[in-house]
């Protein structure tokens, strides 16, 4: 799908980079080096489909188009191979599959963990993490999660870390930590996405200041388009039935959620666009923009009212498909890809593919594959590239039973639960899988090979699972 025509407004922002606008980035002292500087950019139940250059009508995100359109974005999206906050982050920060990392939401990291920050430590990086963490296993039992102090060994090892477990009042947030051992329990002022931006803009501020030859990892990671959908008002531009829906939004309650929740999803999201872009002019103003990798994704999608549902878990493709940018404004000097991609990232290949931008080698402990090539011609491509992205949920949860599924780089998604097959869809031809070919009869030879491929991954990825024998009425 083209470019949204969003990118026309791209000026008025006063937040874009041309090749023109960077007369002084090479003067100021911070030259091209063979390390990069790299930004998770994070949102909390963000879909693909929920972005001007994938063409959703009902919100304009020109920042991210502009990363879209300067970089390489996933075609479909990226894969959440557990579309769940608690076992997405586990496998996000160590490259680790959930069922050894974190198998079922609220559990926390095993202890000990090595993350991302450990391999970017070793290579003389400076490592920094802001916003929401929600790993470390709070139940909200004892109170609220968002008092729930991170103990300083379980950050990570990010050299400072500012941020909090989970919290689901965004005009009510507080973080804790600073640098090592720092706690000091705070409340950010107005509105999360707006006030962990500052924490982030001030990081690079004071890292470009203090050592600005030390390449630095930094992770922004804010909670909406996450429900409460309390999006500031001057971003709540729609009215519920303005609402443009989806096609395989179901008539009745899948309406009524799509047209009561989407005017501040979409606001939510249009203030996280304009937060990037506040980031951009920040890299831009500190003369590092040349430099600096960004990566945009989220850790699952939303139903948002699709087939009927709200929320994640389910593989349906609102769940599992979120946003995935190789962005950042080093193409205009080092003639990095650009455009789309069909490459199947999944959660556990983010952390590779982030060391492989900047050159640092996967870790033994690490089961992702490393995608770098996709964005940088310099990157070797690796000798075996998955053919399928691995989805779970290890435990049955709100709308969604247990069950194991692949996404293929033919087009094809099927689904198996412990009973037996669930979902199978030709994405190719059928992309709001309106059409659910687990049981047909006439659909039983590719019904095979897909159940034989999945078991295949099963096996791959050392997953208990224990797949069914297809029905012989099948």
Not at 134 to 154: S, T
Request: charged share 20%; with cysteine.
């Amino acid at each position: 799908m083209p470019l949204a025509s969003g990118l026309a407004t791209l000026p008025t922002m006063g937040h874009f980079a041309t090749p023109d606008n960077y007369a002084g980035a090479q003067g100021n002292g911070y030259q091209m080096t063979d390390k990069p500087n790299i930004i998770w950019l994070m949102g909390d139940q963000h879909r693909h489909h929920a972005t001007g250059y994938a063409g959703d009508p009902n919100l304009h995100t020109p920042n991210l188009d502009h990363l879209a359109h300067t970089g390489v974005y996933c075609r479909n999206g990226g894969v959440s191979g557990n579309a769940l906050c608690c076992p997405f982050r586990g496998s996000l920060l160590t490259g680790i599959y959930p069922q050894r990392c974190i198998p079922v939401h609220e559990a926390p990291l095993p202890d000990p963990s090595k993350t991302v920050a450990v391999p970017f430590n070793e290579a003389g990086y400076h490592t920094a993490w802001f916003g929401k963490w929600h790993v470390d296993g709070c139940l909200e039992r004892d109170g609220r999660a968002a008092f729930w102090i991170v103990p300083p060994e379980r950050r990570g090892g990010f050299q400072e870390w500012v941020g909090y477990e989970n919290n689901n009042s965004q005009w009510d947030s507080w973080v804790h930590g600073g640098v090592g051992d720092e706690e000091n329990l705070r409340q950010l002022d107005g509105f999360e996405t707006d006030a962990l931006t500052d924490l982030l803009i001030d990081y690079l501020e004071r890292q470009t200041s203090s050592n600005p030859e030390q390449p630095f990892f930094a992770t922004l990671s804010v909670q909406p388009p996450h429900w409460p959908t309390q999006c500031p008002e001057e971003f709540r531009k729609l009215r519920p039935d303005e609402i443009k829906l989806r096609p395989n939004v179901s008539r009745g309650e899948g309406e009524r959620q799509a047209r009561e929740w989407g005017p501040g999803y979409a606001g939510l999201i249009e203030n996280w666009d304009w937060n990037i872009g506040r980031v951009l002019a920040a890299l831009r103003k500190l003369g590092i923009a040349h430099n600096t990798h960004l990566m945009f994704f989220a850790d699952h999608g939303e139903m948002l009212g699709s087939h009927g549902r709200s929320g994640k878990v389910t593989p349906y493709e609102e769940s599992v498909r979120t946003p995935f940018i190789f962005g950042g404004e080093s193409f205009f000097y080092n003639r990095m890809h650009r455009g789309a991609t069909d490459a199947l990232i999944n959660h556990v290949d983010i952390a590779p593919t982030t060391l492989g931008l900047c050159g640092i080698e996967t870790p033994a402990w690490m089961e992702g594959t490393d995608y770098s090539f996709v964005r940088d011609p310099r990157r070797p491509k690796p000798e075996v590239v998955p053919d399928s992205a691995y989805l779970q949920a290890i435990v049955h949860r709100e709308q969604s039973p247990a069950y194991r599924a692949i996404i293929t780089t033919d087009g094809w998604k099927y689904a198996c639960t412990a009973e037996g097959p669930w979902l199978m869809f030709n994405l190719n031809d059928d992309p709001y899988e309106m059409n659910n070919m687990a049981l047909v009869p006439g659909c039983r030879h590719q019904r095979e090979i897909l159940h034989e491929r999945l078991r295949a991954k099963i096996a791959e990825v050392d997953d208990e699972f224990e797949l069914p024998a297809l029905p012989v009425y099948s």
